[in-house]
Structure formats: C-alpha cells, structure tokens
C-alpha cells in the first residue's frame, strides 16, 4: 500500500497560555517533558506505516521554519503552508489533492499533532488496520476512543454495528458535540459512545469524491488549483484561493453527513492535551498529587497543582491546593485550575 500521514500542525494552543504562544504554540513544545515535542511524538509513533518522504505536514506559514528545525527528516516540499487560518476542512482538502496528484491511489492517515498516545504498538495495529480496510473500500474510518470517564470536553461518535467481515469495525450512527456532564454519563453508561480523537483514515480517490458532494465550495477550489500543484505557481494560487475557502471542520463538512464512515474502538491511552486539567491528569504526580516540570521547583504545604517552569527557574510554591503555576518568557500565570477555561480571557 501507499501509505501517507498528514499532520495537522496550525493551531495556536491558547488554552496553554503562557507555555503556548502565537508565536509557538503547544505542538511545537515539550509539554512532557520527556525531550521531545508534541509534533516529534506525533511523527515518531507512525514510523513504520510510511517512509518519512510520505509525511506530510500542514501548517501556518509563520510556522514553516519551526517544522522545518523540528522534523528535519520530512522534505521541505512536505510541509504545507496556509496563508491563513480556515479550520480543518481546507487544510485536509489542500494536502490530499496534493498527495492525490502523484500517488492517485494513496491510503491517508490524517491526525492533529498536538495529542498524546501512550500505547504506541496498538496505535499503529489500529491504524494499519483501518488502512488496510479503506485501501480495499470506499469507506472513510475514523479512531473512536473508548471512554473512561464521562468527559464533556470532548466531542463524542455514537457507533452502530460491527460490520460482519470484522468485528473490529463498527458503522458510525452519529457525531455528538461536547456534552454537558449528565449527557457524558449516559454515554459512558451506554457503552456505544467513543471520544472523538479527530483521527481519520481514508483513500485520497474517496474523500475527494465526498468532498466534491458536501463540500462542494472547498472541492472546487482545489480542482480548480490542481494543476498549479507541484509547480512554480503552487504558492502564488495558495495565498490567492485558499483563502477565499468556506472556515470549516471536516467534521461539519463531511463526517457528519457522508454515508460510509466506519469507526475503529481503540485503547490506546489517548489525550487531546487540550488544558492543564488534562496535563495535570497525564503527568506523573506526588504524593499530594502534585505535576511538577522543570529543573528546580519546590513545593511545600501543595496539593493537586500543576507547575510548568523554564528549565532554569527556581520555583517554589507555599500552601497552594489546585492551581496552575506557569511561566514561560517573563509571564508568568498563576490560576485555579477549575478556572482554567478563563485563560484565554487572561491572554488577551
């Protein structure tokens, strides 16, 4: 099979201010510190499925020169550069009409480059196993998380039966927006609900079909640009059309409508890293449930927070119980975490 990976690497994380900045956003940082970034995470748990010259990335094009330095194995001519911010919609259709014009039969894997996996050998059986499934159909999968908690910060897709050749693989009944807590915990109970990990795999023939259907607006710029792609134009077009496409989500577009979407329950320890909650909840924590990265932080009389320092600022924390402490460039926050959702309001 041809297989390619396409990162969606343009956001600009501002739930993780002041660690995540416009000018480098959370994907672009060791938000683990475990020495790599989460786009290095990102790459490093595909290999094996396709040759690094089969990964692309898409990207903002003030971004380009940060992938570049972080991932110098990809070929420049992989990384993607929007001229502005459209949502996800545009920016697959940009990279898999691209990929498309070369290897027309190519199976994408599409996927955010800012997640966590932590069981990265069943990450990549699940994904092989979707792969092999729309290299042989004109189905679109997708990764659906089995959910272990009723979280209502995550959007949700309610799966149907399994189709008969696998059982492996169920039919998507529908896609469910963020819920509120008591829609979570029937989820949760009814045992047919997955988190929505925004992990899609299809063959390039197919979702450019679906999207000349339910995308047709975004579809036909992209036809339209198609023959300037891989050619002296291809930047000149870019900056001229993509920005005249409709800012949208592939899940509005298409998932939410198309009829064959298939969904692959996986387990594979998975995490948006959207907020601190999220990280606090990831990252190895002391007795009094403290997540501390950093070179030298010091707690005392702490619990339940989280500290997120430069590597060569001392931190110490007296008496505090559920906060964020972060500092990054001479800014330095200093919140509770169930108040975390105000942080973009704090950065402004």
Known sequence: MDNHIVIMAGGIGSRFWPMSTPECPKQFIDVMGCGKTLIQLTVDRFKGICPQENVWVVTSEKYVS??????????ESNILAEPCARNTAPCIAYA?????KKHPNANVVV??????????AEFRRIVEKALHFTAESSAIATLGVRPTRP??????????????????ILKVDAFKEKP???????YLSAGNYFWNAGIFVWNVRTITAVMRVYAPGIAQIFDRLFPDLYTEREDEVIRKFFPTCESISIDYAVMEKAEEIYLLPASFGWSDLGTW??????????????AVIGQDVRLYESKNCIVHASEEKRVVVQGLDGYIIAEKDNTLLICRLEEEQRIKEFSQ
């Open 277 to 290: 909650g999220a990280l606090h909840g990831l990252l190895p924590r002391d007795n009094s449930g403290n």
């Open 111 to 120: 996927t955010p480059s800012d997640a966590l996996v932590i069981d990265t």
């Open 180 to 186: 509120d807590k008591d829609t979570a915990e029937a």
């Open 96 to 100: 898999c009409w691209k990929i498309k």
């Open 66 to 75: 940060i992938v570049r330095e972080q991932l110098p194995e990809i070929p």
């Open 151 to 168: 979280e209502t910060g995550y959007g949700y897709i309610a799966a149907g039966d399994a189709i008969l050749a696998d059982k492996e």
